[in-house]
Structures are given as C-alpha cells and as structure tokens.
C-alpha cells in the first residue's frame, strides 16, 4: 500500500506561481512511475505530467507544456509539480498518482487526497 499527501495548494492571480509538492510513504518508491492529474467537479480526472521511475520519460499535457515542470527525487520519495505562468483553466483540484507508466488515470493505483488549486483571472 502506498500513501501519498500533496501538499502546496491554494489560491492565486493568473500569472502567478504555485510549486506542488507530493510525498509518499512506500519504501519502493522508486519503482512506480509517477503523475499529476487534476479534475474539476463533473469531469473526469485528466492527465497533467508524468515522470518514470527513475526520473526519465517526462511527459506533459498540451495544455501545461512550457509553463509546468515535474520532478521526482527518489532519496525523499516526493514528486514536485512547478507551475508557473498559471491560467484561469488550471483551477482544478491537483492529485498525485503512483502506478504503472502512462496518460491514463486507469495506469494508477494509488492516489492522494487532492489539493485544491484556484487560479483567478
């Protein structure tokens, strides 16, 4: 079982910065690829970023690439998610996955809590 705590939401201005923080108590860590997902009332979860294990095969959304950043350090078993230049549409709450690598929420088997991130315009 793997338990994973986000941490770093909140509230900001469009254009502003927020840095995503997740940490995870399994001593395997290494071994899972790692994600951020967001999902807004209604919706289904969508795909953010993803990192593997070893901290390679990065991957972002469309709409994210060139203003997020993922990292992982596997010695402190957390993964970052730097945001910058924030929209209106990135107001979501922001989860962290852990599972087999992919796009898709499905290749995740553990998930956090969420946290909330609110972009106003």
């Known amino acids: 079982q793997v338990q994973l705590v986000e941490s770093g939401g909140g509230m900001v201005q469009a254009g502003d910065s927020l840095r995503l923080s997740c940490a995870a108590s399994?001593?395997?860590?290494?071994?899972?690829?790692m994600a951020w997902f967001r999902q807004i009332p209604g919706k289904a979860r969508e795909f953010v970023a993803v990192?593997?294990?070893?901290?390679?095969?990065?991957v972002y959304a469309d709409s994210v690439k060139g203003r997020f950043t993922i990292s992982r350090d596997n010695i402190k078993k957390t993964i970052d998610l730097q945001m910058n230049s924030l929209k209106p549409d990135d107001t979501a709450v922001y989860y962290c996955?852990?599972?087999?690598?992919?796009?898709?929420?499905?290749?995740?088997?553990?998930w956090g809590q969420g946290t909330q991130v609110t972009v106003s315009s």
């Open positions: 990192i593997g294990r070893s901290g390679r095969g990065i």
């Open positions: 399994e001593r395997t860590f290494s071994d899972f690829t």
């Open positions: 996955g852990a599972g087999l690598y992919g796009i898709s929420s499905f290749n995740y088997d553990y």
